[in-house]
């Protein structure tokens, strides 16, 4: 069975830091690209990080440039997110997604059509 759990959302005050965690299971992790999506209360889903099947290529909306790092490692079925300089804007139910590709390319306009359940992030200002 294909699926794919977040972990480590949380309330957190403005400039704090968290580390989301995308435990996969049920296919190949390394032949998919991974992505991190949100969706704040009362708006529509949006792309946050991307990045592709080796690790090697990563993309970031301009919104978490700078604070945000996405990165994986294949050996544990494993994606991160690691949250820096958190803004009350950044407050969302955070999805992890996956989308089977034969390129080793970040991208945020995939199908990632393999999501998972998501885990609240709440920034306190």
């Known amino acids: 069975q294909v699926q794919l759990v977040e972990s480590g959302g949380g309330l957190v005050q403005t400039g704090g830091s968290l580390r989301l965690s995308c435990a996969a299971s049920?296919?190949?992790?390394?032949?998919?690209?991974m992505a991190w999506f949100r969706q704040a209360p009362g708006k529509e889903r949006e792309f946050a990080a991307a990045?592709?099947?080796?690790?090697?290529?990563?993309k970031y909306a301009d919104s978490v440039k700078g604070r945000f790092t996405i990165s994986r490692d294949n050996a544990k079925n494993t994606v991160y997110l690691q949250m820096n300089a958190l803004k009350p804007e950044d407050t969302a139910v955070y999805y992890c997604?996956?989308?089977?590709?034969?390129?080793?390319?970040?991208?945020?306009?995939?199908?990632?059509?393999?999501r998972g359940q998501g885990t609240q992030v709440t920034v306190s200002s």
């Open positions: 997604a996956a989308e089977y590709v034969n390129y080793d390319i970040a991208t945020a306009r995939g199908n990632y059509d393999v």
């Open positions: 990045i592709s099947r080796s690790g090697r290529d990563t």
């Open positions: 049920g296919f190949v992790f390394g032949t998919y690209a």
